[in-house]
């Protein structure tokens, strides 16, 4: 599939329909300051699209890596690569992403609403994989508020009698998040009958290693999560999906409305290459503007 005109663009990013891995491929090396990748988990999961999440293991894993290893060579020295999964996999793909990134955190997100499978322990999280491209350029340390009762309003722990000791910010985010329920409620999904990543997971990745005007790049556009995330933050981002574009155009448009339809800037486009016959009009513009 061509990936030469956008299917959509905003003040901060644009949109390809289309395979993530045909989308890279015109991408220059050490472009991006940051990959969020939420990807199929090949369970038989039904996306409401066509997509045919049963597939031999030996297809996936092989798919995967070539993914994963298109997402390490874009992003920058010292950029942050986030990939969100179910354990069962995210060890396969640690085990990957350690031939060239930097281990920073295996990060646990609770799960909510899930039950025992069969001879194992109740599955209580998902991973979100966090390397870095060598040791990290951005490193924002986050806090978060002093979780309190929601029906007396009361402090939940009693952090050993030092509660006076506590930063007023709130206390460090550390690398088990309870608060992050995985499926947005249905009432707010873009893609009905579809779980959607919850928008707080990619917005504090994206605030952990990003700066605003940093680059962003996610290769499952899915719901459009990690996009209305770096909207939200003022980050430049690029995205790819292969069959749920007009429902993330639809979310973007309804909750960034002067944004859309207007062109990113330049450093967006210069995470391309450029190719001999210069048919791209990506390029062509970046060309002229920089006449």
């Not at 644009?14 to 990748?37: E, K, P, Q």
């Not at 700066?211 to 790049?217: A, C, I, K, S, T």
């Not at 003022?234 to 999906?241: C, F, L, P, S, Y």
Request: proline share 7%; glycine share 8%.
């Amino acid at each position: 599939m061509s990936m030469r005109t956008p299917f959509l663009t905003t003040a901060h990013g644009m949109l390809f329909a289309g395979d993530c891995l045909d989308l890279m491929a015109t991408m220059r090396s050490d472009s991006f300051d940051c990959v969020f990748a939420d990807p199929p988990f090949n369970i038989g999961k039904d996306y409401k699209n066509g997509y045919n999440d049963r597939q031999s293991k030996e297809d996936y894993f092989s798919w995967c890596f070539s993914w994963i290893h298109e997402c390490g060579r874009i992003l920058k020295p010292g950029g942050a690569f986030f990939l969100y999964a179910i354990p069962e996999i995210a060890v396969r793909f640690a085990a990957e992403m350690h031939q060239t990134l930097l281990f920073r955190h295996w990060i646990a997100l609770s799960m909510k609403g899930t039950f025992p499978r069969g001879k194992k322990l109740y599955p209580a999280h998902y991973a979100l994989l966090y390397y870095t491209k060598g040791e990290p350029k951005t490193f924002n340390r986050l806090r978060l508020p002093i979780p309190t009762c929601r029906h007396c309003g009361k402090d939940l722990k009693d952090y050993g009698g030092h509660r006076d000791k506590l930063n007023p910010a709130g206390i460090n985010l550390t690398d088990f998040w309870d608060d992050t329920s995985p499926n947005r409620h249905r009432k707010f999904k873009v893609r009905p009958g579809v779980n959607e990543l919850k928008l707080m997971i990619p917005e504090r990745a994206i605030s952990i290693s990003t700066e605003p005007g940093d680059l962003v790049f996610d290769p499952f556009g899915g719901g459009g999560s990690t996009y209305q995330a770096a909207e939200n933050l003022h980050r430049n981002w690029v995205g790819a999906e292969l069959f749920d574009c007009q429902h993330i155009a639809r979310r973007l448009e309804e909750n960034f409305p002067i944004s859309c339809a207007q062109e990113p800037p330049t450093s967006v486009f210069e995470c391309f290459t450029c190719n001999e016959d210069h048919s791209n009009p990506l390029l062509r513009r970046l060309e002229r503007k920089s006449v």
